[in-house]
């Protein structure tokens, strides 16, 4: 009978279903000194979310013929589980690709939303008792150029919400064809620069690594244009939901204090859990906990797309979404 540490929680039903099927099921976080001092090897798979880290260090106490032999990241960016060296120990890694898109796809457009039309600081000031009606005129979507950075399953998602808003989409990513983007009516572009050079609106939907960290900076919020393709003055924004680190949260800080940005909506952060950052004293920022996958549909979908990945790998198969 496998034995599956679930890290960072996971849907009730998944649980019961794991049992069901013969799992002996934990549901425990622990620390990372608890994880670097080899209680990894009381495991055959761990399941994980983004608050456990998997570092090299961690990896390295697994014992050959002992420990864990399956990663589970239940969601999708694995920068959280080195993937090098689990590879360099035989441990497969799984992601679930497909199952929080929806949900990341809809805080994307919310945070959009949120940004241009001043909804949280409208909500904070009526909590002020200050009536702003007059000083909170917003702009409209509509119009403007929306610039993708990486397009895949969340930005194609994105693209479909914000074309039906009426904005024209601008994409970068090395991994995609002229002919798809141009099939999906996105104007892709060769390098990130131009994104920024042609677009009002800015949303990250890449991954972090070293080639994408800071990516967003103080040098390319100034390239970004004033004034939308309908000639309308509409500020500059930009929407993080992808991953913390990518944008560089200092940059954030001046461009919102000197005015070249009129907004910052970033739902990931470089330093999680957020503390005292200056982030929160910029009355046009507006975040969230790093939420986009947790809502009750992703999560459920989530849980159940687990279970086929742990049944298929104990059965003896290769599960669908392996990464390495």
Avoid at 103 to 119: D, F, P, Q
Wanted: hydrophobic share 35%; glycine share 8%.
């Amino acid at each position: 009978m496998a034995r599956i540490l679930v890290s960072d929680g996971m849907a009730k039903k998944a649980i019961e279903r794991l049992k069901e099927i013969g799992f002996e099921v934990t549901e425990k976080h622990y620390s990372h000194e608890e994880l670097s001092s080899g209680i990894l090897n009381n495991y055959d798979a761990i399941v994980v979310r983004s608050a456990t880290k998997l570092t090299e260090k961690v990896l390295s106490t697994i014992e050959n013929e002992k420990g864990i032999r399956f990663i589970g990241r239940a969601g999708v960016g694995i920068d959280n589980i080195n993937l090098e060296e689990a590879s360099r120990r035989g441990i497969l890694v799984c992601n679930t690709p497909q199952s929080s898109t929806q949900s990341v796809v809809e805080l994307t457009i919310g945070h959009l939303i949120t940004s241009t039309r001043h909804i949280a600081t409208g909500d904070r000031k009526l909590r002020e008792n200050n009536w702003a009606k007059k000083e909170l005129r917003g702009t409209e979507l509509s119009g403007k150029n929306l610039g993708l950075i990486g397009y895949g399953r969340i930005a194609q998602g994105v693209s479909g919400v914000a074309k039906a808003f009426g904005m024209n989409i601008h994409c970068y990513d090395p991994y995609i064809s002229k002919e798809f983007a141009k099939k999906d009516d996105c104007i892709i572009h060769k390098n990130i620069d131009d994104v920024f050079k042609n677009c009002t609106h800015i949303s990250i939907h890449c991954n972090l690594n070293e080639e994408t960290y800071h990516l967003v900076n103080e040098e390319r919020i100034e390239m970004m244009p004033e004034y939308g393709s309908d000639g309308m003055k509409c500020g500059r924004h930009i929407v993080n939901c992808a991953r913390g680190g990518i944008v560089d949260e200092e940059s954030i800080i001046r461009t919102l204090k000197n005015g070249v940005l009129s907004s910052a909506a970033l739902d990931v952060f470089e330093q999680e859990p957020l503390n005292l950052s200056l982030l929160l004293e910029q009355e046009n920022f507006h975040g969230t906990p790093h939420i986009g996958a947790s809502t009750i549909e992703a999560q459920s979908r989530i849980g159940d797309e687990m279970v086929i990945l742990l049944k298929d790998f104990f059965n003896g198969e290769r599960p669908h979404s392996a990464i390495n």
